[in-house]
């Protein structure tokens, strides 16, 4: 198999020399030149200025620290790097814990036993991509509310089928004179536009949803 040549920038959170030696020649079989850094201990990692600054691609994480572990762990890790994927590698086979691991913000669960050089890879690869996905999704919705709650004019999120009031902008309040509040209490005929402008603009609506 071609190793990959893209550039991975990789921390292994690992206290266990022999853990992390295999992790590292797992990596080296499918990523060119990977670049690797491993922390000891939870402490070591948090005081990594490389991770609050998001330089690292992907953060390989024993759940078994000592100074830290377990779900305490991960919620410390997750809420550290919010735009770096975790994986958890553990030697504990519990697939509830595992499940809610997932739950937690973990990008992937690998038990250390059934490891190999593919499904570690695989998982790196998934999950960087993933994350991407996420955050870019995140940013887009970040500028569409910025464009919906910061325009100047009037604008609202109707329910096409109940016409009641889902979101407003702050210019929709001042032009009514309502609080939010009152709006999502409200439906379009609630403020009672003149010559019905707000029923006909719904019913365009149902008949060209597009």
Excluded at 78 to 88: H, S
Excluded at 114 to 122: G, W
Aim: aromatic share 10%.
């Amino acid at each position: 198999m071609v190793a990959d040549k893209r550039k991975y920038n990789i921390l292994i959170v690992e206290d266990n020399p022999g853990d992390f030696a295999l992790v590292e020649d797992f990596l080296f079989e499918h990523i060119e030149a990977p670049q690797i850094l491993q922390a000891k201990s939870f402490k070591a990692a948090k005081e990594n200025s490389l991770i609050s600054n998001c330089m690292f691609d992907v953060i390989l994480l024993d759940l078994s620290l000592p100074d830290c572990a377990g779900k305490s762990l991960i919620n410390e890790i997750v809420d550290l790097c919010k735009n770096i994927p975790v994986i958890v590698l553990t030697g504990y086979v519990d697939f509830k814990f595992g499940v809610k691991s997932l739950s937690l913000g973990v990008s992937d669960y690998l038990l250390k036993d059934e490891l190999n050089s593919t499904s570690l890879y695989k998982s790196i690869v998934y999950s960087i991509e993933r994350k991407k996905s996420i955050v870019e999704l995140a940013e887009s919705e970040k500028r569409y509310s910025d464009l919906f709650h910061l325009s100047p004019l009037p604008m609202w999120v109707v329910d096409m089928d109940t016409s009641c009031f889902l979101d407003v902008n702050m210019s929709t309040i001042i032009h009514y004179g309502y609080s939010r509040d009152e709006f999502l209490s409200m439906t379009l005929k609630d403020i009672r536009p003149p010559e019905g402008v707000f029923e006909k603009d719904i019913e365009e609506g149902k008949r060209n949803p597009g």
